[in-house]
Every structure is written in structure tokens, then in C-alpha cells.
């Protein structure tokens, strides 16, 4: 761990100044946004502010910050905590239509976007924001998700960054309160009644689905993501809200871990696709665009028994861990899990 005391990290001059020239010449982006300024002007930001990262990383600043940049998802579960942040990059979609789910509830109106896609990371209007913290996933204890590999010296000078754990979360319950203590400890009232309201929407959600699940034992459901080359299953152990709708009674296909690639997915080709029986398939609501019809094409995925009945849905991985995010993908899973047959 880094015991020492990490305060915000000063831009140098030059950065700011690059930053502001390229701002003004290409004029991408246009000024940074004024909505994102005092749309927390009403939380307590007293400090200071302390927390061990995922990374083992000690982040110790003398006041709470202020101007926060986060990756999508993380900024949308923070969002829907009480905490608005200043700046977004990650999968966005078209900002100027609908967003992806994996933006939930963000209004880009009021943040500064740098990016809207893996990859995508604009470093010189993040310098030129002067933000005292980054905020993103670590899925590997090293680095930070969606921070492009060649661009993190840059993205680390400007700012103090925080990485949140992505593996080993016991339940989606466990991934929402880590990011309602860390609203809370950016200064959101995490006691507010829209909150409550929420968490009282999701706990009505799971309920639905222990029920529509009680009804339907012997019903074997398969995690998978697709693309025109490879079918990939899932092992379940791995994402946080399987095993919340396991431990609501949703029977899933156990997948070989040990073939899975970093414990996530095992990778078959399409002639294999049929080697794990399933009555309903789920796939990764992330796929590229015409990822459905090109796989409605080939054979051995039609000859799959769920794939046959008409029992697949959409699984919304990477989804904010936020009580209103998962009330609605819940209530989409009674729903679906009330209609399915055996058919396999």
C-alpha cells in the first residue's frame, strides 16, 4: 500500500495551457460545461477525505473533492446515490440521443464528456478541468478499467485516482452499498427519501423474482455473449447479480471456471455452441450492433432448444450498481422468468 498522504496533484502549467489551446482551436467539446459546477453545491464537503482502493492504493486528501470524473458506469451508480460528478467517459452511446443502459441515469447536459467508447479518453480537456479525483473500475487490483493504457501518465499526473473493485463481490447488494458509502463520503445524503425509494423498488423487485423463480424450479438458465465468430458462456460465480438471482432461486448452468478465460467466460466455437443444455439463454446486452442477426444466421445457434422457443433475453452486464438501476432489470427478470417453459 502507498501510506503516504496523497493530496490533489497540481496540472502544470503547460498541461493547462496545451489543453485550453486545443480546446479552442478544434473547438471539440466547446467550454466545459457550466452545469457541472454547482449542481453539488448543496453536500457537505468537509474533510478529509480517505479510502483504500481496490489496487491497495491509500487515498488520503486533506479536503473532500469537489470536481470528480468517474467512468460511466460508476458515475451513473453514483448518480443515482445522490452524488452528480463533473465529468464522464466510457460507454455513453449518442449523447445527443439515448444512452447506453450502462450510463443509467446520467444527464450529459449537466457533466463534461471525454469519451464515449472504450479507448476514448480526452486528456487535455480532463487536464484543462483541473479535477481533484478520477474514479473507475479495477478488474484486475492493478489497473484502472477504462483508463487507455497509453494515456495513464497523463490521466495520473492530473489527479489523485480511485479504483473500485470489479471481481469477487459477493451479491449486488454488497456492489450498491459500496457505492452509496462512497456517495456518502463525497458528501450525498445517502439518507434521502429518494434513495429509500429506491432501495423499497429493488427489495419489491427481488421478491418478484423469488417468486416467478419458486414457480419455475428445474428451469436452467445459461449466461452468454455472442459474437458472428465465437459463442462465450459465462461461469456465474463471477458477476455479482447472478448470484443475487441465484440466491433468489434462479437455477443457473454451471459452467467449467477452469476453462473460462479470467474466470468469466469460456470461449467455444459455434459448433459447440450446443455443449451446455439450457431452457433460456441471457446474452451480454453489450454486443455490437447487428450482433442478432448475424447470429440468427447460423444454424447451431437456431438448433439451440432456447434459442428455438423464443426464450432469450437480454443480460444487462456492466450495469450502474445502483438500487433504481437493478429494480428495473429485476422486474424485467420476473417478468420473463414468469413465461418461460421447460424445453430442454
Not at 6 to 14: D, F, M, S
Not at 89 to 100: A, I, Q, R
Request: glycine letters at 10%; one cysteine or more.
Amino acid at each position: 500500500m502507498f501510506q503516504r498522504r496523497h493530496r490533489r496533484l497540481g496540472v502544470t502549467g503547460a498541461l493547462v495551457a496545451a489543453g485550453l489551446l486545443a480546446l479552442t482551436a478544434c473547438g471539440e467539446g466547446g467550454d466545459l460545461n457550466e452545469g457541472a459546477k454547482d449542481k453539488n453545491e448543496n453536500l457537505a464537503v468537509e474533510g478529509p477525505f480517505t479510502y483504500t482502493d481496490a489496487r491497495g492504493k491509500d487515498i488520503d486528501l486533506d479536503t473532500v473533492p469537489t470536481k470528480v470524473v468517474a467512468q460511466s458506469s460508476v458515475a451513473a451508480a453514483l448518480w443515482d446515490a445522490g452524488y452528480k460528478v463533473d465529468g464522464v467517459y466510457g460507454e455513453l452511446g449518442d449523447v445527443d440521443g439515448k444512452l447506453t443502459y450502462q450510463a443509467g441515469s446520467i444527464d450529459t447536459s449537466q457533466v463534461d464528456v471525454l469519451g464515449k467508447t472504450y479507448g476514448e479518453f480526452d486528456a487535455q480537456r480532463y487536464a484543462v478541468m483541473q479535477p481533484d479525483l478520477l474514479i473507475d473500475f479495477s478488474m484486475d487490483g492493478k489497473s484502472l478499467w477504462y483508463v487507455p493504457t497509453e494515456q495513464s501518465k497523463q490521466i495520473f499526473e492530473a489527479a489523485p485516482t480511485l479504483g473500485l473493485t470489479g471481481q469477487g463481490i459477493p451479491d449486488t447488494d454488497a456492489a450498491i452499498e459500496t457505492f452509496v458509502e462512497l456517495a456518502g463520503k463525497l458528501g450525498a445524503d445517502t439518507d434521502s427519501d429518494a434513495l429509500a425509494a429506491d432501495k423499497a423498488a429493488y427489495d419489491k423487485a427481488l421478491a418478484r423474482v423469488k417468486a416467478a423463480a419458486k414457480d419455475k424450479q428445474g428451469i436452467k438458465v445459461l449466461l452468454a455473449s455472442r459474437s458472428k465468430e465465437d459463442f462465450y458462456v459465462a461461469s456465474p460465480e463471477n458477476f455479482p447479480e447472478i448470484q443475487t438471482l441465484a440466491e433468489a432461486g434462479v437455477e443457473f448452468v454451471e459452467v467449467n471456471a477452469d476453462q473460462a478465460t479470467g474466470g468469466f467466460f469460456e470461449q467455444l466455437s459455434w459448433e459447440q455452441a450446443g455443449k451446455y443444455d439450457a431452457d433460456v439463454i441471457i446474452y451480454d446486452a453489450r454486443e455490437a450492433p447487428g450482433t442478432a442477426d448475424e447470429v440468427a444466421k447460423i444454424p447451431t445457434w437456431s438448433r439451440l432448444p432456447a434459442a428455438k422457443a423464443g426464450q432469450v433475453y437480454p443480460w444487462y452486464t456492466a450495469a450502474p450498481y445502483s438500487y433504481k438501476q437493478y429494480a428495473q432489470i429485476y422486474n424485467d427478470v420476473a417478468e420473463w422468468l414468469g413465461s418461460v417453459e421447460k424445453v430442454n
